[in-house]
Structure formats: structure tokens, C-alpha cells
């Protein structure tokens, strides 16, 4: 069962503008010009570098911290014990992979069948479940529940993230991501701060978003941010994911 209690802080113009700045990432790359198209990879393995370091200094640590919170928590019919955490974002990440099969095996078929891309059930049920993941991010940034100090460090790894997110995306759903997709995550991502400047949930259910978040987040980053080994750029993971990581281990 959710229960939400009125929220104490309704958020700040700072929390607006993180974000803006987080929603931009389905909007912006594709006002890119050309010379930073050519660097699109670099990107991407930068993006997946800031990304995985922040999941694995951050993100889960929060999570073990908060894992108390689920105990006793019914999800689904079962009942939540603190050493489920690591279980939900597994969870998490195995439903990211269940939707990029489905986008992917879909996709197969039609190029099999010389076909269009996916359809619109497969482009729903993929942009449903990213919508969510979105609406979280932005509920984590209202409410200053990010997995570390700072919530820019959160906004802009989220940012970076997303970047990557929006490219595969819009390799499944070329058409329809470029003229429906990309403003509905970018949608999301405020609904979710909407929702978190007026309610707060329970610590228990935040916990499981967070978690799945999480999961996902990984899956996602390797996937997305890491293309195959010769389009990658290690040293551009290497430089996101060192100098990310040094900041975020001195706090």
C-alpha cells in the first residue's frame, strides 16, 4: 500500500532549474550540431563513466542505508525484509533488460520482414517504463533524496545519463521517439518533481523506487552509455568516472 503525508517543502527555484536541466536531456541532443554529433561516442562512454561510478558510490550505499525502511513492506503479495534491497535492484535492472529485448527482438523482426520499426505497443510499453524511471528521478531531486550531499552532483549525473538513455532510444523509435518520446520523458521527469513538491511517500515505498532505480540505472548505463568495444572510448569513461569519482568520494 503507498501512503503519501503532505510534503514540507513544496521545492525551491534551484530544485526547478535542476530539473529543467535533467528534462533537457531529451530535448537538447537533438538540437546538436555537427561537430559534437561526430564526438557522439566519446560522449556516451563519458556519460556511462559519470554514470556506473555514481550508481556504485552513491546510489548504493543509499539504498543500504535505507534498507531498513522496506522491512515488513508488502509488495506484490510478498512481504519485504531488509536483505531484499540488493534483490529489488535486481529486479530492477532485469525489467530495464525485459523491455530492451522487447524493443530489440521487435525491431529484428521488422527489419527481417522489411518492415517500419516497432510499432506503437512496443514504443508505449517502452516509453511507460522509462516514464517512470524519469518521474523518480525527479521525485529524488524535489525531495533532496539523491544517494549523496549534493543534489547537482545527482542532477548531472542524471543528465549525463538520460543523454544516453534518449540516444538508444531514439535507435528503437526513430520516428515516433523524435516527435512523441522524447517530450513525454522529458514530461515525466517534471511530473515526477510535481509529485514530490506535494507529497511525500512512504520511506519504505521510496526505498523500492530508489532500488529499482538503481538496477536500472546500471543496466541502462553498460547498455546505452558503453557502445560495443570499438565504438567506445575508454579513455572518455576512464575521465568521467575518475573525475566524478573523485568528487563524490570527497564529500
Given at each position: 500500500m503507498v501512503v503519501v503525508v503532505p510534503s514540507a517543502d513544496p521545492g525551491s527555484v534551484l530544485a526547478g532549474l535542476f530539473v529543467l536541466t535533467v528534462a533537457l536531456a531529451h530535448l537538447l541532443p537533438h538540437q546538436f550540431p555537427e561537430a559534437i554529433e561526430r564526438r557522439r561516442h566519446g560522449l556516451l562512454?563519458?556519460?556511462g563513466g559519470v554514470s556506473i561510478v555514481y550508481a556504485f558510490v552513491h546510489l548504493f550505499p543509499e539504498i543500504d542505508h535505507r534498507r531498513e525502511t522496506i522491512e515488513g513492506l508488502d509488495l506484490l503479495g510478498v512481504t519485504?525484509?531488509?536483505?531484499?534491497?540488493y534483490l529489488v535492484a535486481f529486479v530492477g535492472l532485469s525489467l530495464f533488460y525485459g523491455l530492451e529485448r522487447l524493443a530489440s527482438t521487435a525491431g529484428t523482426t521488422s527489419r527481417d520482414r522489411g518492415d517500419s520499426p516497432p510499432g506503437a505497443t512496443v514504443f508505449a510499453a517502452h516509453v511507460?517504463?522509462?516514464?517512470?524511471?524519469?518521474a523518480v528521478i525527479g521525485y529524488a531531486?524535489?525531495?533532496?533524496?539523491?544517494?549523496?550531499?549534493?543534489v547537482f552532483l545527482f542532477t548531472i549525473a542524471m543528465a549525463l545519463h538520460l543523454f544516453g538513455n534518449d540516444q538508444a532510444?531514439?535507435?528503437?523509435?526513430p520516428h515516433l521517439y523524435a516527435r512523441y518520446g522524447r517530450f513525454v520523458?522529458?514530461?515525466?521527469?517534471?511530473?515526477?518533481?510535481?509529485?514530490?513538491a506535494v507529497v511525500v511517500f512512504d520511506p519504505g515505498v521510496y526505498t523500492v523506487a530508489l532500488s529499482l532505480l538503481t538496477g536500472g540505472i546500471v543496466f541502462n548505463a553498460i547498455k546505452n552509455e558503453l557502445p560495443r568495444t570499438r565504438d567506445s572510448r575508454f579513455w572518455a569513461f576512464a575521465v568521467g568516472a575518475g573525475i566524478y569519482g573523485a568528487?563524490?568520494?570527497?564529500?
Open positions: 562512454s563519458l556519460a519485504l525484509v531488509s536483505e531484499h534491497i511507460g517504463g522509462f516514464s517512470i524511471y524519469n531531486i524535489v525531495r533532496g533524496e539523491t544517494g549523496a550531499e549534493s532510444m531514439h535507435e528503437h523509435h520523458l522529458a514530461a515525466a521527469v517534471a511530473l515526477g518533481a510535481l509529485i514530490g568528487i563524490l568520494v570527497s564529500l
